[in-house]
């Protein structure tokens, strides 16, 4: 495995948490739902920098007027 897995790892998870709960705290309580899903911003795609320092993700969000 390489050295700059777990670390990798550990930074995707922490970003995924953090952008979670600024919106958990805000919305308004209902039952999930497929719209929910697709509204949901989505990180993906992680790559580690060659010396392993920095992570770049893709963000996905979700246009509604342009669907």
Not at 1 to 25: E, G, Q, W, Y
Not at 37 to 64: C, I, K, N, Q, Y
């Amino acid at each position: 495995m390489p050295k700059h897995a777990v670390p990798l790892a550990l930074a995707f998870l922490a970003v995924l948490a953090a952008a979670a709960i600024p919106h958990a705290a805000a919305a308004e309580t209902h039952p999930f739902s497929v719209r929910d899903m697709v509204a949901m911003e989505r990180l993906d795609e992680p790559v580690a920098s060659p010396d392993g320092r920095w992570v770049v993700f893709t963000r996905r969000t979700w246009d509604e007027a342009a669907n």
